[in-house]
């Protein structure tokens, strides 16, 4: 099993930066790949970004790419997404998740992950 817990929210104004970790419990989140996503207050939950077991690998929804950089440290069994230029429309609850899969895989629907941490709250203010 992989237990996910994130942190890192907080509010920010409009323009400034965050940084959200994910911590991976056990020895297996190296095995896994990893995602972040996120659900807006009445919004159905959207992929932001994904990266492969070895972080050889990432990918970006359109709206976040140039601004959100997703990487992941084995050794710390941590995932991170920095949170660049943030905008209001980047409010919402930001949510980790994990699936054992290696190779070049990343997911990017929420179907294709397993674990699922329980969120943690962004606020951009304008």
């Known amino acids: 099993q992989v237990q996910l817990v994130e942190s890192g929210g907080g509010l920010v104004q409009a323009g400034g930066s965050l940084r959200l970790s994910c911590a991976a419990s056990g020895r297996t989140f190296s095995s896994c790949a990893m995602g972040w996503f996120r659900q807006a207050p009445r919004k159905e939950r959207e992929f932001v970004a994904a990266?492969?077991?070895?972080?050889?690998?990432?990918y970006y929804v359109d709206s976040v790419k140039g601004r959100f950089t997703i990487s992941r440290d084995n050794a710390k069994s941590t995932v991170y997404l920095q949170m660049n230029s943030l905008k209001p429309e980047d409010t919402a609850v930001y949510y980790c998740?994990?699936?054992?899969?290696?190779?070049?895989?990343?997911?990017?629907?929420?179907?294709?992950?397993?674990?699922w941490g329980q969120g943690t709250q962004v606020t951009v203010s304008s």
């Open positions: 998740a994990a699936v054992q899969r290696g190779g070049t895989y990343v997911g990017v629907s929420q179907y294709e992950y397993d674990y």
């Open positions: 990266i492969s077991w070895s972080g050889r690998r990432t």
